[in-house]
């Protein structure tokens, strides 16, 4: 597998409400010389909304994105929810032959069973396997990080033998000089979807979270889940603000000290004075008055 040419699923988060992992992911690989190409006309996987209510609806929704998705060529996907969709439909319809002759004749094109699903983690550990990330040690100053997977990265029992990377940030943050710190909610539920439609259930959950993580000594979150980031920051308290980042974001601080500086007006909580203490970015300038 070449790891310079890959197709794309970005999914609705990294398209809307998380922008900024959007940016920091591409910026990353442009930084290796990996070109990533959108598939035309994509949609929303489903998630969990979906999938709750119609599962025949969910299954179309995802298996349309695997039929526009170039056979020859792994499918990145960044966003755990959107991985675990598309993997299932693929899953459901390499193991029925009447599934996939009746896709093939709504989508009008052939179903390719061996087409890649390829999560962001493992595209990281492949590229750490070939050296790639070299070089790199110490840039993140020794930042007490306090890793969040979320829940979306377990597997339903019928898709439990993939894998799932849990520690890859704990190891990658190490190797950039990070300081992974040990707590017990890195694989805890944030409310996903009940954010919205039970937001006092999810901002107990998301307030638990950030104790557990001020209470282990963690001077931020990095997490692996646009959604999670998305409610770790609207469903937190005052008394239990810090910083969280996407983890592409943290990759590129660890490239380049100035290049994720545009991509924090878009976080709720602000990460820069964290980030300035840290000299992981280049000071702003004073504010007139300050």
């Keep these: 597998m070449t790891l310079k040419d890959l197709s794309y699923f970005p999914g609705c988060s990294l398209a809307t409400t998380a922008k900024e992992n959007n940016a920091s992911l591409k910026s990353f690989l442009a930084h290796f010389d990996i070109t990533v190409s959108e598939i035309d006309d994509w949609n929303c996987c489903g998630s969990s909304s979906t999938h709750s209510v119609n599962k025949k609806l969910a299954l179309s929704l995802a298996a349309r994105n695997l039929f526009l998705a170039p056979p020859d060529k792994p499918l990145l996907i960044a966003c755990p929810g959107c ?19 009746e896709y093939e004749d709504h989508f009008k094109k052939p179903f ?16 750490n396997g070939k050296g790639l990330l070299k070089g790199l040690g110490g840039r993140l100053k020794g930042l007490k990080i306090a890793p969040y997977y979320g829940c979306m990265l377990a597997r339903p029992p019928k898709m439990n033998k993939q894998k799932n990377h849990y520690g890859l940030i704990e190891k990658t943050m190490a190797a950039l000089g990070g300081d992974p710190v040990q707590w017990p909610f890195l694989s805890t539920c944030c409310g996903t979807f009940l954010s919205v439609s039970k937001p006092g259930i ?12 001020i209470k282990s000594g963690a001077e931020c979150i990095v997490t692996a889940c646009a959604m999670c980031h998305l409610n770790l920051e609207i469903r937190c308290r005052p008394e239990n603000r810090l910083p969280v980042f996407h983890f592409s974001e943290v990759l590129s601080l660890a490239l380049e000290k100035n290049a994720s500086k545009n991509w924090f007006k878009r976080h709720l909580i602000n990460p820069e004075p964290l980030m300035e203490k840290r000299q992981l970015i280049l000071c702003r300038a004073p504010i007139k008055g300050e």
């Design 202 to 213: 999810s901002e107990k959950l998301v307030n638990r979270i950030m104790q557990g993580a």
């Design 83 to 101: 991985y675990l969709r598309l993997s299932h439909a693929k899953m459901e319809l390499n193991d029925s032959k009447e599934k996939a002759k």
């Design 112 to 127: 390719h069973k061996d087409i890649q699903l390829l999560h962001f983690f493992e595209l990281l550990v492949k590229m």
